[in-house]
Structures are given as C-alpha cells and as structure tokens.
C-alpha cells in the first residue's frame, strides 16, 4: 500500500506521451504456489523513434531476483520509485526479469492473489505491475505466451487468456499448460486462473461458421447455477453480430466465478473474470433483479472483446471510451431482452441514484477527466453510465442507420489499436455528417444541466411559445460553463381532448436560451419534453400538478408517463417536507388511475407508482432534512396504501403465480405483487405481517422471499425476528445470499437501524476481507439516508471507523464506499460539522491508501 507521507502528485491528461519503448511479445512462466509464486518474464522491447531513454518498467515495490538483456544477466539496472530503469544501448533486446511474490497475502484482490483456494489474476487498471516488471500502460500492446506451472491435485485447472496450445505433467506432481494469445493487447488484459474448477460447456458458432467453445468455470457445487450466465452469453453473442456485426475471434471463450473481487466482473481477452455475484443463479437463491443483472454483466463483458479489446484505450482518461460504449451497448441489448420502456426507466433510476449526485458533489468530474490521483477512483457512474447516455445522444442524433455506420468506421479504423474518445466522436461525425464540435463539451463539462422550459399559449391565435432555457452549475475547477448541446424529445397533448398535438420532433437545444413556437394549437397544450430521457440533464418546468397528472394518464412515451409521475410525487415530497403537511391529493388519483389504466404491463405499473427514494427527495433540496424527508414520505405511503387498499390486494390476488418460471411477463407480476405487499404493509393493515409471512414461507423463488422479509425487516411486527432467523439459518452456507441478509437489514427504514447495523458489523459472519460482504453492510448503510444522517452523528463515525479498517485491506473498496460522506454541504450545520470531523479523521490517518485519500481529501474540500 503506497502511503502518502506527502501529498500523492496527481496524473494529468495533458501529460500523455507516447511509449519509449513498445513491448510487441511477451512471454511469461509462473511457478504459481499460494504463498510464493516465481514469476519469469520475458519481453522483446522495441525503442519507438529517435530517442536516448533506458527502458522503464512499471512495478509495485518489488526489486527483480534478475535481469538480463538478449541473455546476459546485467547489474546496471536501477529502481526509481517503483519503476525498474533499464539502460540499453540498441534498438531492439530480450529483456528478462524474474520475481517472487505471495498471492495469499494479497487482500487488495489486485494482481496476483487467493480466493477460496483458487488463484486468480485482477490486472485493470494498473494490477499487472503487481505481477511483473512491465510499461503498464494501455497503449502498448503484445502478443502474450503464458506457460503456467501448479501442483496438479491443488489447481487441476490452468486457464489463460487466448487458446491453449499445449500441456503435461511433470513427476513432482505438478503440471503445466501454455496457453497463446493471437491478439497484441494491452497488459490490462492479461489473466490466468488456476484452481480446482468444474465447467459448464456450450458452443456457440459464429456468423462466419466458426466454432467457439464457451466455458463457464466454478467450483463444481455450482455447476447447477450456471445456466442463466451461459445462455445469456450466447444470447450476447448473436445480439453483437445481429446489432453491431461484431464477430468473436478465439476458438474458446471462458469465464471464472470467483468470490472475492474489487468489482462486478473484467473483460480479460478470451477469459472474463467474475464476482460470482454476476454469474450465479437459481430461483431458490437469486432475485429477478439477480437475474436480470447476470445477463446485463454477462453481455457487457462480452461485448468489451470489440469495444475495450479490440480497440482499447490510449490512456486511463479516455476510459469511458471503452466504458460508456459498452454500457450503452449492455443497455441495447437487455432492452431487447424484456420491456424496452422499463429498461429505460431502470436505467434512469440508477443515473438518478448514483451519477446525478456525483456531478453535484466534490467529487464530480467529466466523463473525460483531466487529472487523477489514482485511477481506480474513476471507474465511477460518470465514466460508465453518464458515458453511455452520450452515446446515446449521438446515436439519437444520428438516427439507427447512420450510428451502425458510424460504429462500423470505428471498429474497421481502429481494430488493433489504443483510441481516444476523440477517435470516436470523429467517426461518428464522418459517418453521421453531422458537426459534434459543440457537442463534445459533453466530455469535457462536469456537472449534470439543468433546462428551464416553460410554454405560453394564445388561445385566440392557436399559438404556442416554449422557451426554453439552459444552466450547467459549476463544478470542482470549473467554473465557467458553456452552453451544451441538449437533444430533447418533446410532443404537445391537448389538455381537453388528450389527443396529441404535435408529432414527436427532436430539439437540438446548444443556445443559452431558445424560443419555439408551434401554430395551430386550437386547445391548451400541455408539454411532453425529454421523453424517454433523450438527454441526461434536470428539468425545471412549470406544469401544474394537474399538467402532470394528465400526462401521468395520457402521454404515449412509456417513459414521459413515469416520468410525469414521478415529478407529481416529488413535488408533493418536497412540499410536504417542507411544509411538514404531505397534499396526497393529486398522487392519490394519479396513482389510482395508472393503477385502473387499460393496457399496461405489470412491470410498468410496478415502476409508476413506486415513489421516489429519500435519497432522491434529499437531492432536490438546499438543505436535507432527512427525518423530514421519512416522515413525508412515509405518510404519502400510508395514505397510498390505505386509500387504495382494496386496489392492492386486489392486485395481490390477481398477480400471484402457479409456479416459478422466468420470463418477463412472470417477472413484471412477481414485481407488482411485491409492490402491492409494500403497500398493504404501508396502510397499516393489521394482517400485512401475516401475509408477509406467509409469502415468506410459501416462496418458491427469492425474490418473493426477499420482498416478504424486506418487508418485515421495515417494520416492528413480531415476525421480523423470526423471518430474519429462518432466512439466515436457509442460507447459513450461500455467502452471496447471507449478503442479502446483511444488505436487508442495512437498508431498514426503522429508527433502530443504526444500531442494528454496528451490531452486524461484529456478526461472526460479517467480514471486511470480501468485498461484497463489506458493500453489503457498510455500502448499503451509507445509501439509507435516514439511518446514515442520525443527528448524533454515529452514522458518520461508524463509516468511517470501517473505511479505516477497510483501506488497510483493500484500498480500491474502501474508496468506493466513502462518497455518502461528502454530502456534507448539504446538510445543516451540526450534521456538516460532524461529516467532515470524520473526514478529517480518515484523511490524518498514518498510512492512508492513494485511493481513500484522494476521495476523503477532495471531499472536505
Ligand atoms: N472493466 C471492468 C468492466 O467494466 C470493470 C473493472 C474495472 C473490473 C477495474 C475490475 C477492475 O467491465
Ligand atoms: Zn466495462
């Protein structure tokens, strides 16, 4: 772990130079054994252009056993920082180097390291270097050969990326396999897994007619859990050819589940890495939600073999390239999947949840930064999913036709090579015969717009004004902000008739302010505007709550209904916490007509009428009140849930299912029923915890049981307890379900949950060494706003006494968990006095990781 004794330099875009050196092949040879694995590299480096530099390799505090040059071991090479200098006096050398280092002692899961008695590799963004001497650096690329040695009884498996080419075994006991990857790739890229695995084959032929063997690699207990993954994957493969033209290129594909890992899965060439959490499944242990992101991780990983692989990164600032990209063709696919409408506002959501509020905090940057401190801080929702909606505004802009061209230039220009995001928008500019020179202060402005749109109409002349108005807020360094280019969907309904007015027109707002006007409009139009949110931006309107109700029944965009939906519920939660009066009113009878609506799907129905999460109130307002926000909120859901009980159990009854199956339809009424039981328990019903028990009890699949005991976990019904003690004493030997247990409690809307969450934090069963179990509980607890923000300030202590304890584990996690703590401006000043006491605190710590310091230090800031 680097300690920053001084302030770690920051790593600037501007900066970027091109390598001194390329690496065209490497040749690696482990002798892999847990506590000391001998690593032996061998790289032809090549000297690029006219210049006297030694060879710089990057490593991670190791110092070389060896080095030789085109054979002879030399000793006039040097460490500077954590880079091995080696001088060189010709063009083209062998350079060897030999290390040892200890994968069981490895808890940041970068590099070489244990989980669960296998070993694995985790090289993005900058873990390769904890393996060997290497530039690790995107933008040079070799052809790898990996010849791996392991004892045959402990690690039977040995997998590494590309094909394998040969195998045997030795006396000792040991055996080797080589594996050869035909495709130069950046180090990033590189992995090996070598465990005691059992595998789940398919094969998948591709467009051309060539056969790919696919492989999915667990421990062999959950072989049954592997179905969902695989078929996702070949579902994947046949989207890329039929959307993109996008072919596979290796005879074999392979993924590995493993239990411990920093993020959701890695795209290493020919053999993907997962959190296990992505990869398996059955009814009895993983949600609908589960599912659905199994197939979402499984196809985005697949997907990086063109747009990260093929074509990667120059360089770490260009990541959303790769990112963005895939994101928004991850998003493509899983919308081709099910219901394209609630994709679209789940996707929205989770923008909402995570991206809005970092382009509103300290931390917000663009989704090309201009500088970093540690790179591993960037894999953030600005990068991935502000990143897709940009491609997803060129591809509006563009139209389907002239986007699957533009993506065609990219892939056929940049095969094999490392491109900026600059390499992108170029193509899609040539190919669209558009001019994106405004357009591409997207990826340099921070900070989420807002339009302010209001529409005047003259009965008497049948016209219409909308004026429209835009505002980027200032963000960390950048104060000054230029108008953007904003494409917004809009369509006019008439108030009286509810028949469209207009047709569905694309505006391309890039001025400070615009007026259009529309002719001919004989009624009061009422204004549908970002519809199926054709831009990531906030608007400020002025519809009634009547305007919205009306569209909340009338407007045919699937999502500009939600949408209407959700701002009539916002409006009324942010007056109501205010006001500390909640007018339900309005929500009241929208909800009930949606609920009453001819013709839509129970996924639909099941979003529309969820209200919007505290965290989400909070965001819309100066100064949080959080125990302001709850009440509000909690009383707009009892007087939903009483008003409209008859309608929920109504609902209830009717959405309940014979038998599990797996389909989105089962999936949308699995949804709306366990919406309809969060209802009835808001109303108070006396019955709601027996019927959520019995729910409990009578589940054939988890994600009724787990919406049965959420259900009873936010509430004081005696059946709480008992449901939590079954339901840990089901799943005693499943960690990713114990997780659920952990993160249900963590996300409790009771006034105990602070407590209840410091008492599970010394759970026998609670560990900061695995990831998914620390984002579990302290991850979950730092989104449950009420809980998180006690005014006594336990919360705040609480995380950070765990972020402390986290960073000397594993740096990259405990970084990702400490945003909730930069809220502080937006609180009172008790509250704000108290988060950044705790930042303070984190970031005096002696020994701090770059990654928590960066974030805790731009966050007091
Ligand atoms: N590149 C991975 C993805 O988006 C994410 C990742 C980043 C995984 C860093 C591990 C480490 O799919
Ligand atoms: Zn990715």
Redesign the pocket.
């Known amino acids: 772990m680097a300690q920053p004794s001084t302030t770690p330099a920051a790593i600037r875009r501007e900066d970027y130079r091109p390598p001194g050196w390329t690496v065209p092949d490497i040749t690696l040879d482990f002798r892999l054994d847990p506590a000391e694995t001998q690593v032996h590299a061998t790289l032809s480096v090549v000297r690029r252009g006219a210049h006297d530099e030694p060879l710089r390799l990057d490593g991670a505090g190791q110092v070389p056993l060896s080095v030789k040059v085109d054979g002879v071991a030399i000793n006039d090479w040097r460490i500077e920082g954590e880079q091995l200098v080696v001088p060189l006096a010709g063009d083209a050398h062998r350079v060897e180097t030999e290390v040892v280092i200890a994968p069981d002692r490895n808890t940041q899961l970068m590099g070489l390291y244990a989980s669960g008695g296998n070993l694995c590799t985790?090289c993005?963004?900058e873990g390769f270097r904890r393996i060997t001497f290497f530039p690790d650096r995107p933008d040079v690329l070799s052809v790898y050969r990996v010849r791996m040695t392991a004892e045959a009884r402990r690690f039977p498996v040995l997998l590494a990326n590309g094909d394998p080419v040969a195998s045997g075994t030795n006396e000792d006991g040991t055996h080797w396999a080589e594996w050869h990857d035909p495709f130069p790739k950046p180090s990033y890229l590189f992995a090996l897994v070598a465990g005691d695995l059992a595998v789940h084959r398919g094969s998948f032929t591709t467009m051309s007619g060539r056969a790919v063997q696919l492989g999915i690699w667990v421990r062999a207990a959950d072989l049954p859990k592997t179905d969902h993954a695989l078929h996702a994957l070949r579902l994947a493969m046949a989207w890329d050819e039929r959307v993109y033209g996008r072919e596979y290129d290796l005879d074999v594909f392979n993924i590995v589940a493993v239990d411990d890992f920093?993020?959701?899965?890695?795209?290493n060439k020919g053999l993907n890495i997962f959190n296990s959490r992505y990869i398996l499944a059955d009814p009895d242990t993983a949600t609908d939600y589960d599912y659905d992101a199994i197939a979402a991780v499984v196809a985005?990983?697949y997907f990086?073999n063109w747009s990260g692989n093929r074509i990667t990164c120059r360089d770490w600032f260009q990541l959303s390239l790769k990112?963005g990209f895939t994101v928004y063709r991850d998003q493509c696919f899983s919308a081709d999947q099910g219901s394209a409408a609630v994709k679209r506002i789940e996707d929205v959501r989770g923008l909402r949840a995570s991206q809005f509020p970092e382009d509103s905090g300290p931390l917000a940057h663009p989704v090309r930064p201009e500088s970093y401190i540690e790179i591993s801080n960037f894999?953030t929702a600005t990068i991935y999913n502000k990143g897709a909606e940009l491609i997803r505004m060129m591809a509006t802009m563009l139209g389907p036709v002239k986007f699957r061209a533009a993506t065609d230039l990219y892939f056929d220009r940049f095969d094999g090579t490392a491109a900026t995001c600059e390499d992108f928008v170029a193509c899609m500019e040539e190919a669209g015969g558009i001019d994106l020179t405004q357009f591409r202060l997207w990826y340099a402005q921070a900070g989420t717009p807002r339009v302010s749109v209001g529409l005047a109409h003259e009965p008497g002349g049948g016209r219409a004004t909308l004026r429209l108005a835009q505002h980027v807020p200032a963000t960390p360094g950048q104060s000054v902000k230029h108008p953007m280019v904003l494409p917004l969907k809009i369509r006019l309904f008439g108030a009286e008739t509810g028949r469209a007015l207009t047709d569905e027109t694309l505006i391309l707002l890039d001025q400070l302010s615009e007026t259009i006007t529309f002719e001919g409009v004989t009624e009061r139009p009422v204004l549908s505007i970002n519809r199926g949110f054709s831009a990531p931006v906030v608007i400020e309107s002025d519809r009634t709550a009547a305007d919205l109700a009306f569209l909340s029944a009338h407007d045919d965009d699937a999502f500009a209904r939600y949408e209407a939906m959700q701002q009539l519920m916002l409006d009324t939660l942010v007056a109501g916490t205010i006001n500390g009066v909640v007018q339900a009113d309005a929500v009241l009878d929208a909800v009930a007509r949606t609920l009453e609506a001819e013709g839509l799907e129970p996924a639909f129905l099941a979003e529309a009428v969820l209200l919007p999460s505290e965290n989400f109130i909070g965001d819309q307002m100066m100064t949080v009140d959080p125990d302001a926000i709850h009440a509000a909120r909690e009383e707009l859901r009892e007087r939903l849930g009483r008003t409209l009980e008859p309608v929920w159990r109504r609902l209830y009854a009717e959405m309940a299912q014979d038998a599990y199956i797996h389909t989105p339809d089962a999936k949308g009424r699995r949804r709306l029923r366990n919406v309809a039981l969060g209802y009835i328990a808001a109303s108070g019903a006396p019955d709601a915890a027996a019927t959520a028990l019995a729910q409990f009890d009578a589940a054939d699949n988890m994600t009724d049981r787990q919406a049965a005991l959420t259900t009873l976990v936010n509430s004081d019904a005696p059946e709480r307890e008992d449901a939590l003690a079954r339901f840990h004493a089901r799943y005693a030997d499943n960690a990713l379900v114990l997780d659920k247990w952990f993160q249900t409690q963590a996300l409790s809307s009771r006034a105990d949950t602070g407590a209840v969450v410091a008492r599970l934090a010394r759970h026998p069963d609670f560990t900061l060494t695995n990831p998914n179990r620390a984002r579990a509980l302290v991850g979950a607890f730092g989104v449950n706003q009420r809980a998180f923000n006690a005014a006594d300030g336990s919360g705040y202590r609480f995380l950070a006494d765990q972020l402390i304890a986290l960073d000397r584990l594993n740096p990259q996690t405990a970084a990702k968990l400490l945003p909730p703590l930069g809220r502080w401006r937006r609180f009172d000043g008790e509250r704000s006095r108290l988060m950044r006491a705790e930042l303070t605190r984190i970031v005096e710590t002696p020994g701090l990781s770059k990654d928590l310091f960066e974030q805790a230090s731009k966050s007091i800031e």
């Open positions: 985790q993005e963004a920093n993020f959701g899965a890695m795209e985005h990983e990086h990112e894999y």
